[in-house]
Each structure stands twice: as C-alpha cells, then as structure tokens.
C-alpha cells in the first residue's frame, strides 16, 4: 500500500482498534508500521497506558473498482521485547508476502 493508503489505514485502526486490554485509543506515538508488502500493511501496536502491544496485520482488498476492503488481524504480544521489533522488522524485510501463513484466519 502506498503512503496515502497506509496513512488512512491508521486512521481508521486508531479509531476502530482501541487497547484489548484497557480499552485506551492508540496514537500516532504508539503505533509503528514494521513493514509493507503489496496491499498489506504489519504493524506494532503499544499501549502507553496499560503495556499491552500488538501486532495487527492489515490488508487491502480490491472488491470493485471503487472500493475497496480492509481486512484487520490482531494478535496481542504480551511480552514482546524491542528488540523482538527489530527481529520482526527485519524478518519482514526478507518476508515473501504470504500473509495467509502469517496470520491464519481462524478466530482466536
Ligand atoms: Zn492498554
């Protein structure tokens, strides 16, 4: 996804994925994007207030033309370090973009 798309996704996540844990809004601050491939967006999610974090995995589907759908993935990484960011981060960079093995769509 290109900037724009990404900045809108962020948008829309800050205010539609509030803390899993102490319901908190995200901000801007707490929010790093770990890496972008294609139409899919990682991102590391934490929370200030309580040290909750996430990693959320967000995709873009074209359905028509005109619109087009945003699919959230979020996983809570309790007790995920800096430096497992990095590893992420950098994990991310080598990624092949199959999301689908990354982020199985069973519900939790
Ligand atoms: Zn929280």
């Given at each position: 996804m290109d900037f724009n798309e990404l900045k809108e996704v962020i948008k829309y996540l800050k205010k539609e994925l509030?803390?899993?844990?102490?319901?908190k809004k995200f901000t801007n601050k707490d929010i790093s994007v770990l890496s972008c491939y294609n139409h899919d967006a990682v991102l590391h999610f934490n929370c200030t207030q309580c040290g909750n974090q996430l990693i959320v995995h967000a995709g873009l589907e074209e359905e028509t033309t005109t619109t087009t759908k945003l699919n959230v993935h979020a996983k809570s990484?309790?007790?995920?370090t800096k430096n497992d960011v990095i590893d992420i981060h950098n994990f991310l960079n080598q990624f092949n973009g199959d999301f689908k093995t990354l982020f199985p769509t069973e519900p939790n």
């Open positions: 509030p803390c899993n844990t102490c319901n990484a309790a007790n995920i």
